[in-house]
């Protein structure tokens, strides 16, 4: 392989962005990058995973702020 696993990490956005990304992940995964996801305490469809490690980070608003 010309390119060798490494350390990514992902800053997404809410909505089908990150559904579209979640895939990309999976499949770097399994080539063996390691993957750190950062996102708000506050998101609504970015979840925990075996895949990488998520980190979150306090926000002024509240989830049922964001979600209306």
Not at 40 to 63: A, G, H, R
């Amino acid at each position: 392989s010309p390119a060798a696993a490494g350390k990514l990490l992902v800053i997404p956005m809410e909505g089908s962005h990150w559904l579209s990304m979640k895939k990309v992940l999976l499949e770097l995964s399994k080539r063996g990058h390691e993957i750190v996801v950062i996102a708000p305490d506050n998101k609504i469809l970015i979840d925990s995973s075996d895949v990488y490690e998520l980190k979150t980070y306090p926000v002024p608003l509240m989830k049922e702020v964001v979600e209306e």
